[in-house]
């Protein structure tokens, strides 16, 4: 079992829905979890991070994080063409010593 | 800041020599990572070093490979002697400390072929 899924897609949206991306963790202990950018071509770019169960919103993203069923989401509202690109979900395992990234998954808006 | 600093961009070498990658972190960061990212592997952690000392190698494939930090604005990623099955594109990354372990800024990568 892989430390972090993803559903690699490809997603597609309409411009101006909501994306939901998802993703699962293995170790129960994580205690930090990240959502990156990366678009074609180019470097992965941080754009949310959770830490506590619930919600934590920036802007047009939310992050949602269940640790009762090791299980985190972003949802991207009002998705515009800019969007397209694969987002990352990565881990901070309890150890603390190891950073885990999963596959992406490929998000398209479509205008 | 220029962000995290990574040369060359391309690096094209014919099986069996050596390849050396260069990467100078943010200023002040104290974490600096080496990634590795394929299509069929994802991107992967090969190593990091924490105030220029290695703490965990454990994501390096085989002894082909090794990494230094000889101060806090240089690392270099060597491979020696390289294999096609080594072409892929090379990140390294930094952050800013032990309670920003995760939130990591990218350079621009490497992408490294390996004839």
């Known amino acids: 079992q892989k430390e972090v899924e993803q559903n690699s897609g490809p997603l597609s949206v309409p411009e101006g829905a909501i994306a939901s991306l998802n993703c699962t963790y293995s170790d129960r202990g994580s205690q930090s979890f990240f959502w990156y950018r990366q678009y074609s071509g180019k470097s992965p770019e941080l754009i949310m991070f959770?830490?506590?169960?619930g919600d934590k919103e920036d802007g047009r993203f939310t992050a949602q994080l269940n640790k009762a069923s090791q299980y985190v989401s972003l949802l991207i509202r009002d998705s515009q063409p800019s969007d397209s690109a694969t987002y990352l979900c990565?881990?901070?395992?309890?150890?603390?010593?190891?950073?885990?990234f999963g596959t992406g998954t490929s998000l398209t808006v479509i205008p | 800041d220029a962000g995290v600093i990574q040369s060359p961009r391309h690096e094209v070498t014919e099986m069996g020599q050596e390849v050396t990658l260069r990467c100078k972190p943010i200023s002040g960061h104290d974490y600096l990572f080496w990634y590795r990212q394929t299509m069929m592997r994802g991107l992967e952690l090969l190593i990091y070093?924490?105030?220029?000392?290695?703490?965990?190698d454990s994501g390096m494939p085989e002894d082909r490979f090794s990494a230094k930090m000889p101060n806090a604005s240089f690392s270099t990623l060597k491979i020696q002697p390289s294999e096609p099955r080594d072409s892929a594109v090379y990140f390294c990354?930094?952050?800013?400390?032990?309670?920003?372990?995760?939130?990591?800024?990218f350079g621009p990568g490497t992408r490294l072929t390996v004839l």
């Open positions: 959770i830490y506590s169960n």
């Open positions: 990354a930094s952050s800013p400390g032990t309670r920003f372990f995760g939130e990591q800024f």
């Open positions: 070093f924490n105030n220029n000392v290695p703490i965990d």
């Open positions: 990565a881990v901070n395992p309890n150890t603390g010593n190891q950073f885990y």
